[in-house]
């Protein structure tokens, strides 16, 4: 069974750089095709992806936010690590680590279908 | 970036309703679409991608259809575990895009 769990910082000061962790079981980057991806959601207001990394180190980013995005993996211990730098208050939100399946990888259907709990990040000084 | 616009933003609807919400990409997207559902305090749970395959485990009283730019999630039969917030998210290539969202109440 796959599971994701994010980690990190619950609050974060303004111009901060904001490290989060995913580390998932169930799954490993070895095994070829896995994906993992990073959503976020402010607190009442909708989904906002942020950023995909897959098993060969192929990396996506959301234009809006990818000059602030850091994405990687380590395959040995199952982690996701994402860093955000210049954090500000509209950065305040609940962050996702996501799994893609690799069949749908394949297929090119980018669909998340196993989620972490999520982390509530605040941006306050 | 492609956007999506779902509608209603939120509905009213009683026990055993069917219930139809709308989404539409600004450009044609073929069939790259799914549907999540959000219940509050929860992560999103994926019931429906390429438009219209129902997810390992979904009751099949939701199902999604369309192509293009125009897709509809419909619950039929609604339940009280369905009452939550539905989006659909896009995936005809990168950047990937969700729509705003679509509550559904109690009526």
């Known amino acids: 069974q796959i599971t994701l769990k994010e980690s990190g910082p619950t609050l974060v000061k303004p111009t901060q750089t904001l490290t989060l962790t995913c580390t998932f079981s169930g799954f490993s980057f070895i095994t070829g095709g896995e994906g993992v991806g990073w959503i976020r959601q402010p607190p009442g207001k909708a989904l906002e992806w942020l950023a995909v990394?897959?098993?060969?180190?192929?990396?996506r980013f959301s234009p809006s936010m990818k000059s602030r995005l850091t994405i990687t993996k380590d395959t040995s211990k199952d982690q996701v690590v994402l860093t955000i730098t210049y954090m500000d208050p509209v950065d305040t939100a609940t962050y996702f680590c996501?799994?893609?399946?690799?069949?749908?990888?394949?297929?090119?259907?980018?669909?998340?279908?196993?989620w972490g709990q999520g982390t509530l990040v605040t941006v306050s000084s | 970036a492609i956007q999506l616009t779902q509608s209603p933003s939120s509905l009213s609807a009683s026990v055993g309703d069917r219930v139809t919400i709308t989404c539409r990409a600004s450009q044609g997207i073929s069939s790259a679409l799914a549907w999540y559902q959000q219940k509050p305090g929860k992560a999103p749970k994926l019931l429906i991608y390429?438009?219209?395959t129902l997810e390992s485990g979904v009751p099949s009283r939701f199902s999604g259809s369309g192509s293009g730019t125009d897709f509809t999630l419909t619950i039929s039969n609604l339940q009280p575990e369905d009452f939550a917030t539905y989006y659909c998210?896009?995936?005809?290539?990168?950047?990937?895009?969700f729509g705003g969202g679509t509550k559904v109440e109690i009526k």
């Open positions: 996501a799994h893609l399946d690799p069949q749908l990888v394949y297929l090119e259907m980018y669909a998340f279908d196993f």
């Open positions: 390429d438009a219209s």
């Open positions: 998210q896009q995936f005809n290539g990168y950047p990937l895009t």
């Open positions: 990394i897959y098993w060969n180190d192929d990396k």
